[in-house]
């Protein structure tokens, strides 16, 4: 009679989460567990490895803003001006040798903090990579820079992630690149994130390890604009893009098999943008918003 049902298990460490579609399930699944170790059940799931939970009727509410008032406060920030985003749009950041030097230790300690928030705040994560790649020599511009994440934060505490009910169970993804963005070693940075349905449930912002040639050679490895797509489509090895190493081309095989589908997105609506670049306050705040953070009230 549970045929069409499904129960979600996650185990970390010893704790464990549980949910179906079926309140049947939970409680047989609960039962079963009982009889073969010693625990004990919880009620209905509010906190879970640093993230408030708020289940209402038709969605589910995911933030950290306990955490972020923890944070604030360790590291003394609480009081700190807040800011409208976490980084300024001309933000051109690079080793700054001739810099002062910082407490390379508070510096990590700072970036981890934050690492881990991105976990429920997708809208910081460019600008936690891109200050992370300094820890090993942080400078008096890199630790300013990352004192703005938190000052943002202040101003942003209670944003988190919605689940309605509702939501449909079609897999989409948005990918992007800048072209050569590191003032360092011209590599750029790619960006993507996933949604089921209208419910964001991945996403990341990764240097590459290789530097790109041209936007062309940046975006196909990361999937972006319609020159990309033309490649994908077309199975002559052009001379001029040899050198992208094979497992990039796995998304061609993919999109011949039908497997995959990509549609260009025009830059408007390209919601991957968030993890690529600085942006300005309409922007980052507009691409904020179709990511799907809110507050709870």
């Not at 497997?259 to 309409?282: G, M």
């Amino acid at each position: 009679m549970y045929k069409n049902d499904i129960l979600v298990v996650q185990i970390y460490v010893d704790d464990i989460i549980f949910g179906s579609t079926n309140e049947c399930h939970c409680k047989e699944f609960a039962k079963l567990m009982q009889g073969e170790f010693e625990m004990s059940v919880m009620r209905e799931l509010s906190f879970f490895l640093g993230l408030q939970i708020k289940q209402k009727k038709d969605v589910t509410f995911i933030n950290q803003a306990k955490y972020i008032k923890d944070m604030l406060k360790k590291f003394g920030l609480e009081n700190a001006k807040p800011q409208a985003t976490p980084m300024s749009s001309s933000t051109k950041l690079d080793k700054d040798e001739g810099g002062k030097c910082v407490d390379s230790k508070l510096y990590r300690s700072m970036i981890g903090s934050l690492l881990y928030l991105t976990a429920s705040r997708p809208d910081i994560l460019f600008s936690v990579c891109l200050y992370a790649r300094f820890q090993a020599s942080p400078r008096e511009s890199h630790l300013i820079a990352v004192k703005r994440i938190f000052r943002y934060l202040r101003d942003t505490p209670c944003l988190g992630l919605w689940y309605p009910r509702d939501s449909t169970f079609n897999l989409h993804a948005y990918s992007d690149a800048d072209y050569g963005g590191c003032k360092i070693d011209r590599k750029s940075t790619s960006g993507t994130c996933q949604f089921l349905g209208s419910m964001l449930i991945s996403w990341f912002s990764k240097k590459k390890n290789s530097v790109a040639l041209s936007t062309t050679e940046a975006e196909y490895i990361s999937l972006g604009s319609c020159c990309v797509i033309c490649l994908t489509r077309n199975p002559i090895q052009h001379s001029r893009t040899k050198h992208i190493e094979i497992r990039h081309h796995f998304i061609r095989d993919r999109v011949l098999k039908e497997d995959v589908v990509i549609e260009y997105v025009d830059t408007l609506n390209q919601l991957a943008d968030i993890f690529t670049k600085p942006l300005d306050k309409e922007r980052f705040w507009s691409l904020r918003r179709e990511l799907g953070l809110a507050s709870l009230s």
